[in-house]
């Protein structure tokens, strides 16, 4: 069967017209809407943890960090809730992070690229974060370029989705963290030098107003 020029050009008109609307749909929530690139939201955390490294026990670690990523990608299903429609879409965010910490007398900066997978409306399931970097530290004696992995899981929670805060937020995009993470650190000088990490990562806004037990776990503040 063959296909008359004026169908074929109908048929790409609609998909033309659904993808754009698909796209604005999903993009009516965001705060720094990029073309191609989605929804922009950012966060900040405090993060606290325990450092080994081979030639030393635990040491205390504290430190601070920054993201800003974009909602690159939606799918209905893990590790959103089981809801109809929208509610139940989770989304793949890409973006970029840098940090600084302090292991004893021992600090460092770092940064690179991040991704992570979660719920759009209520991430019953958490949200699995994955970022991979460079920065440059002391390990023991000397210091080093370093990279860096770090994996964390739980709560990451953008009052800026909801209806009833959408227009009242002044800090549209934000979004509040509260999450546990494992990092490994390994030089990159020639040494054998390297370290991991298990803390938590928490937004000091995360319990400010309003805050729910819906909202705590990855939800809608009800």
Excluded: N
Aim: aromatic share 12%; hydrophobic share 40%.
């Amino acid at each position: 069967m063959r296909l008359r020029p004026t169908l074929v050009l109908a048929l790409v008109g609609s998909l033309a017209v659904a993808a754009t609307t698909q796209r604005a749909d999903a993009s009516r929530d965001c705060a720094r809407p990029l073309p191609g690139l989605g929804c922009g939201e950012w966060t900040f955390y405090g993060a606290i943890g325990d450092a080994r490294t081979r030639d030393a026990g635990w040491t205390p670690s504290f430190g601070l960090g920054a993201e800003l990523a974009w909602v690159v990608g939606r799918y209905h299903g893990f590790p959103s809730g089981a809801y109809h429609g929208a509610h139940g879409d989770a989304e793949v965010g890409v973006g970029a992070w840098g940090a600084a910490s302090t292991r004893g007398e021992r600090g460092l900066v770092e940064g690179g690229l991040k991704v992570h997978d979660g719920g759009g409306w209520h991430a019953s399931w958490g949200t699995f974060d994955l970022r991979v970097g460079a920065g440059y530290a002391r390990f023991g004696e000397g210091r080093a370029g370093h990279g860096v992995a770090t994996l964390a899981y739980g709560v990451r929670s953008a009052l800026f989705r909801y209806d009833d805060y959408r227009t009242r937020d002044a800090l549209r995009g934000k979004t509040d963290v509260a999450r546990v993470f494992a990092t490994y650190r390994r030089a990159l000088d020639g040494s054998s030098a390297s370290e991991i990490v298990l803390g938590l990562e928490l937004s000091p806004t995360f319990f400010f107003e309003p805050t729910t037990w819906w909202r705590v776990g990855g939800g809608p503040p009800m």
